[in-house]
């Protein structure tokens, strides 16, 4: 029979969900109205009951001795002889309960830019590729910090970006100077937010050192957070030291994390997408344990990096639905228990800007910007990952306003319905002078900024340029 106290906090979480999901709903007016959900309420308990499963008979390793005997410390937990540690069930509650139901994040102004409980998605880069692709000569090569610079002030331009991302990372820069050269290119030409990734706690400290002396300090950075750093557990179930020492410095710290693991679906986590989501969401809770046991209430994150390969050839499939089933499925999990997540979008595993580029990225922007999620990133990936792409970014700003319109779906009141306005105007087809279409024809429709739309002849006298040539306009418009 369920002990009474566990009761009690499955009870809590859930109020603590339907809270979140209500407040939601009351601030979506003229916001967000279309919404998938690919796994309800009951598969989301499903996967809780394996998650705390997996976490009580398997267990997780932890490379960091005090962090694993202060984990070791609290009841019922234990090691078994090869290392892992057990976690029980009442202690995985409590922290699911004490994490924040929301995390917003701010520009240097102190204006919010992220707020994970609005119903309008907020939209963030990708990060680290290994090469970008020049938008210029059209040539993969490294990324230098120039393009940084470049990739920056493009994210302070495009009016649907929400937050900077490097893209790449500088390749003429020493390894352990790149975090923090990274970062005050990124810092330097936007303003808005950014998404961070440092390699261990010596390079973690260096970087939030920099930020808060370009942004107001320590307590300006608690108090109204202008940067999410990135961190999770490696598959399968490995917590290694570097990672436990971020996660603590950041709870203490107040510096809002998303903990996450990368996982290879057959590879190392099970083949299918739930088994795939039920392991890499144990990892995740697993840092989100010890971050909330080092400062309950501390903001964290979480979500789905669960990678599909391509196992004819063991490439990863950014563009393949199951990317976007995956990261969807994930994002309802942690919904239903109450974390704020983020799901992938925006990315390809075309090698150019091209047509693949344009219809993967356009078919998973479009779901992302119907998911419950309110929080997407990776735009701007090319090559499944591996290439950043300044044009993909680009065209993906453009896809958000096509995404989010459809999103909003049909506004239904009175005053859209418009019977008098068919009343007054239908029998001298007086619409287009009627006062009703003067207030509206300006937001009632999405208006393309690259789309074209005008007509054939106009188009061929202004040039015929294709999309990439309208793309690469823009961007030279920006960066001059």
Known sequence: MEHTDTRRRKSARQQKAARKVSSVLQSSKLEKRVSLELVNSSQSRMIHEAVKKILWEVGVIIEHTPSCKQLLRKKDCWQDDQGYVHLPEDLIERAILSVP???RLY???GNIKVDTNSSISSYCPGHNCVRILDYRTNELRP???????ETARLCETLPNIDMVC???YPSEIPPEDEVVETVRAMYENCSKPAAL???DEIIQERMLNLIADMTGGWQRMADKPVCLELMGPISP????EELCLRLINCARWRIPVVCYPATFPGMSCPISNAGAIAQSSAEAIAGIVLHQMTEPGAPV???SAILPMDLRQANLAYGSPEYMTAGLGASDYFRSIGIPSWIGAGCSDSHQFDTQAAAEAGANLAIAGMSKSSFVHNLGFLSGGRTGSVQMLTLCDEIIGWSSKMATGVEVTADSIAAEVVVRAARNNEYLTDQHTQDRFMTENWYPGLFERSDADAWIDAGAKDMTERVNQRIRD???
Do not use: E, Q
């Open 101 to 103: 139901d929301i995390v």
């Open 107 to 109: 520009d240097h102004d």
């Open 143 to 149: 990324c230098s910090l120039d393009d940084i610079r």
């Open 166 to 168: 490097s893209l790449g």
């Open 197 to 199: 990734l440092a390699h």
């Open 237 to 240: 179930l490995k917590m290694p």
């Open 301 to 303: 994150m979480s979500g």
């Open 478 to 480: 920006i960066l001059g």
